[in-house]
């Protein structure tokens, strides 16, 4: 008999996009362990999801949000098979394209108090990625944007 355990995420994510390009965080553990993924992350107790947004985007990948406006906001859910237990994922999200921005990106970083599982960031060609390598709300996010991929 397989156990099953409900995980729910609420977070806040950039959507940036240049000549073809999006930005995404290569990602370490969990759900989407491997893949490639939108920057952003959880929204903490009390905190507005545009303030989650800017938090993320300068510990995940360096750089500082200086325009933005809101994208989406949408849901997925999905199962994950986690060590004896089967979890049943349901991943909300905030979504913002990110109109303008200071600093460089981070295309190396390391696991710490601030960052749990982004091991760097880099643009990625979108007609190049195929659905395999991405997590399940990037997919649905450039689904969204007009992209068909692979």
């Known amino acids: 008999m397989e156990k099953y355990k409900e ?3 609420l977070g806040a994510y950039a959507l940036i996009v240049n000549e073809g390009k999006i930005l995404l965080i290569k990602k370490s553990g969990g759900p989407y ?3 490639l993924d ?3 992350g959880t929204i903490e107790f009390c905190e507005r999801p545009e303030d989650t947004l800017k938090r993320e985007l300068v510990e995940e990948v360096g750089i500082e949000v200086k325009k933005h406006e809101l994208f989406d906001a949408d849901s ?3 199962e994950w ?3 004896d237990v089967i979890i049943k994922g ?3 999200g905030v979504f913002y394209k990110v109109l303008e921005y200071d600093g460089q ?3 190396n970083v390391k696991i710490d108090d601030q960052n749990d599982d982004s091991l760097g960031a880099d643009f990625y060609e979108i007609d190049e990625l195929s659905k395999e390598e991405l997590s399940y709300i990037a997919n649905m ?3 969204k944007l007009g992209y068909n991929l692979k």
Do not use: A, C, M, S
Request: glycine share 8%.
């Open 33 to 35: 362990d491997g893949k």
């Open 7 to 9: 995980y729910k995420q």
């Open 141 to 143: 996010e450039l689904e």
């Open 76 to 78: 997925v859910t999905f």
């Open 90 to 92: 349901h991943h909300v």
């Open 105 to 107: 990106i981070k295309r």
């Open 38 to 40: 939108l920057p952003g």
């Open 81 to 83: 098979p986690y060590k």
